[in-house]
């Protein structure tokens, strides 16, 4: 490290620590040379995510965004607050183990609906509606069929009825 005041690349840590913030590391230094002493920080190097639009633009990664759209989809919905930032957190986790520095809108679209699949079928088809840009209401149905028939079978299964198998009186 080039010390401040001589100009003279010759210096020892005295003192290291984390910051506050816990993002950095100040080290205090003794210029080896003029014995004068200053402070110096130590950041890691980010290379933001970038994501990849649609239309080919690219802007930073905002987990804001994706909590914006989940809140969104899940108004007035049985789903609190916190369970929509941990699914946030799942999903900042999955895009930054998968890319290092660009991502297709088109992935993090779909990691949400994998999600809010999960959550509330509601929230799922009001999300769906707008990412797909669903143009009219039998694109709804077709994106509603396969709940319809998870549900008939839930509701079968909870009547006592076993799918397969025939009673005999």
């Given at each position: 490290m080039q010390?401040?005041?001589?100009?003279?690349d010759n210096d020892k840590v005295i003192n290291s620590r984390t910051s506050l913030d816990g993002l950095s590391i100040k080290r205090r230094r003794e210029c080896l040379s003029c014995g004068r002493r200053y402070t110096t920080y130590e950041r890691i190097e980010e290379n933001p995510l970038r994501v990849v639009k649609?239309?080919?633009?690219?802007?930073?990664?905002?987990?804001?965004?994706?909590?914006?759209?989940?809140?969104?989809?899940?108004?007035?919905?049985?789903?609190?607050t916190d369970t929509l930032e941990n699914t946030v957190n799942e999903i900042e986790r999955d895009i930054y183990n998968k890319f290092d520095r660009e991502v297709?809108?088109?992935?993090?679209?779909?990691?949400v609906m994998q999600k809010l699949r999960i959550l509330d079928m509601?929230?799922?088809v009001r999300f769906a509606s707008v990412y797909r840009?669903?143009?009219?209401?039998s694109e709804?149905?077709?994106?509603?069929?396969p709940f319809m028939s998870t549900i008939k079978k839930k509701k079968e299964d909870e009547n006592g009825n076993v799918r397969g198998?025939?009673?005999k009186h």
């Amino acid at each position: 490290m080039q010390c401040l005041f001589c100009k003279v690349d010759n210096d020892k840590v005295i003192n290291s620590r984390t910051s506050l913030d816990g993002l950095s590391i100040k080290r205090r230094r003794e210029c080896l040379s003029c014995g004068r002493r200053y402070t110096t920080y130590e950041r890691i190097e980010e290379n933001p995510l970038r994501v990849v639009k649609k239309d080919g633009r690219r802007e930073v990664f905002d987990r804001k965004k994706i909590l914006s759209g989940l809140l969104k989809a899940c108004e007035k919905r049985p789903v609190s607050t916190d369970t929509l930032e941990n699914t946030v957190n799942e999903i900042e986790r999955d895009i930054y183990n998968k890319f290092d520095r660009e991502v297709d809108s088109s992935f993090i679209g779909s990691l949400v609906m994998q999600k809010l699949r999960i959550l509330d079928m509601v929230a799922y088809v009001r999300f769906a509606s707008v990412y797909r840009e669903f143009k009219d209401i039998s694109e709804f149905i077709d994106e509603l069929k396969p709940f319809m028939s998870t549900i008939k079978k839930k509701k079968e299964d909870e009547n006592g009825n076993v799918r397969g198998a025939s009673v005999k009186h």
